[in-house]
């Protein structure tokens, strides 16, 4: 596969964070079909997906179960806080359904 035809791949991180590291560890990584099967993954257990091409092109670079870089937690703490106010507002959406009658 050529150079351009590889930067073309889609690419995919998931990241995760525990409260007991000192920073959010690359937990997913990888292009094309397991890119896909990343964001179908987040998709399905409703997890927010953010894009940012230049990220993952970094990220995308460590280990599995390496924690991220110093000079990326300011792009990743956007991300976080996206994700942190997308879940407010599922829960939000959550607590409007109707209730479903127990009888």
Same mark, same amino acid.
């Given at each position: 596969?050529?150079?351009?035809?590889?930067?073309?791949?889609?690419?995919?991180v998931?990241?995760?964070?525990?409260?007991?590291?000192?920073?959010?560890?690359?937990?997913?990584?990888?292009?094309?079909?397991?890119?896909?099967? @990343?964001? +179908?993954?987040?998709?399905?257990?409703? *997890?927010?997906? %953010? #894009?940012?091409?230049?990220?993952?092109?970094?990220? =995308?670079?460590?280990e599995?179960?390496?924690?991220?870089?110093?000079?990326?937690?300011?792009?990743?703490?956007? @991300?976080? +806080?996206?994700?942190?106010?997308?879940? *407010?507002?599922? %829960? #939000?959406?959550?607590?409007?359904?109707?209730?479903? =009658?127990?009888?």
């Amino acid at each position: 596969m050529e150079a351009s035809e590889l930067k073309k791949r889609k690419r995919s991180v998931a990241l995760a964070y525990d409260t007991a590291d000192r920073a959010p560890r690359v937990i997913a990584s990888g292009s094309g079909e397991i890119a896909k099967k @990343i964001i +179908a993954l987040a998709e399905e257990h409703n *997890i927010p997906v %953010q #894009k940012d091409d230049s990220l993952v092109e970094l990220l =995308s670079k460590l280990e599995l179960k390496a924690e991220i870089p110093e000079d990326t937690y300011k792009a990743v703490a956007t @991300i976080l +806080a996206f994700l942190y106010r997308a879940d *407010i507002q599922w %829960q #939000k959406k959550l607590a409007e359904l109707p209730k479903e =009658s127990s009888s």
